[in-house]
């Protein structure tokens, strides 16, 4: 059995659970989620906990997919009570960014500004004019639109400009000459 799998999902009082065969759907004050579950993988909620168990414990593939599916239901749970949080640095000279109504406006050394429209439920703030914070709460939707975000100018290895998560390392390359 997977370590994960086997692990209860609390479920907080502003969260409504709703199982419907191998659909679980979950609403809160953040909107309402739901997800699929592989049909190998039994659900059953006892008072404000969730349970995942596999039917044939025998097979490799089916335990990963037991942690999975519980990461993934864990995910709609947490998604629509607290949501999730993706930050972002802008790195560079003249590289900032801002916001014009929803949409992020960036200047990233280009002849033209970049503009990203977020997707419905999906909201965007910018803390002075080089931290970029994605919010929403549907986990998968937060990191594409980060990983969109980073994509428009990846940090390169020389200087270390671009837009990187926080925390992110850059690994960093000696320039021509082996300078130290």
Known sequence: MSRIGKLPIEIPDKVEVKINGHTITAKGPLGELSTEIRPEIDIKQEDNKLYLSVRNTKDKKVNA????????????????????????????????????????????????????????????KVEGTTKVSVFGANKQAVGDVAADIRGKRPPEVYKGKGVRYKGEVIRRKAGKAGKK
């Not at 995910?75 to 972002?88: A, E, I, Q, Y």
């Open 65 to 124: 997919y037991h942690g999975l599916s519980r990461t993934l239901v864990n995910n709609v749970v947490v998604g629509v009570s607290k949501g999730f949080t993706k930050d972002l640095e802008i790195v560079g000279v003249g590289y900032r960014a801002q916001l014009d109504g929803k949409k992020l406006v960036m200047q990233l050394g280009y002849s033209h500004p970049i503009v990203i429209e977020p997707p419905k439920g999906i909201e965007i």
